[in-house]
C-alpha cells in the first residue's frame, strides 16, 4: 500500500490550500478515508474523514465550514480543500487509509500558516 500526499505549503492566514493523496496497490473505493494532522508537541487528530462505502463525512469540530473532503474512486485519490486557514491549522498532514482492521498512512506534508 501506497500513499503519497501533495500541495502543502506556507500559506497566509484567510488563505487556501488543497491537499491531495493518491492511493496505490489498495481497494480504495472500499477503505474509509481520513485526513490526520500533526502539530508541534501535540497530538496527532483525525481532521477529516469520507466513507467508502456512502461517501459519509465528517469533521473535528475546529475545522467544520472550513475543510471539504472529497474522492474521487475512479482515480484512487482523495482530497482535502482547506479555506480561511488559520495559524493553528500549522501542522503535518498526513493521508490515512482504513479499513478491513488495518490502518495506513503516507508520509505527511507539511501546511504552514503564516504572514
Known amino acids: 500500500v501506497e500513499l503519497v500526499e501533495s500541495g502543502g505549503g506556507l500559506v497566509q492566514p484567510g488563505g487556501s490550500l488543497r491537499l491531495s493523496c493518491e492511493a496505490s496497490?489498495?481497494?480504495?473505493?472500499?477503505?474509509?478515508m481520513m485526513w490526520d494532522r500533526q502539530a508541534p508537541g501535540k497530538v496527532r487528530e483525525v481532521v477529516a474523514s469520507?466513507?467508502?462505502?456512502?461517501?459519509?463525512?465528517d469533521y473535528t469540530d475546529s475545522v467544520k465550514g472550513r475543510f471539504t473532503i472529497v474522492r474521487d474512486n475512479a482515480k484512487a485519490r482523495v482530497y482535502l480543500q482547506m479555506n480561511s486557514l488559520k495559524s493553528e491549522d500549522t501542522a503535518v498532514y498526513y493521508c490515512h487509509a482504513r479499513g478491513y482492521g488495518n490502518s495506513f498512512w503516507g508520509q505527511g506534508t507539511q501546511v504552514t500558516v503564516s504572514s
Open positions: 496497490r489498495l481497494p480504495f473505493s472500499t477503505y474509509t
Open positions: 469520507i466513507s467508502g462505502v456512502d461517501g459519509t463525512t
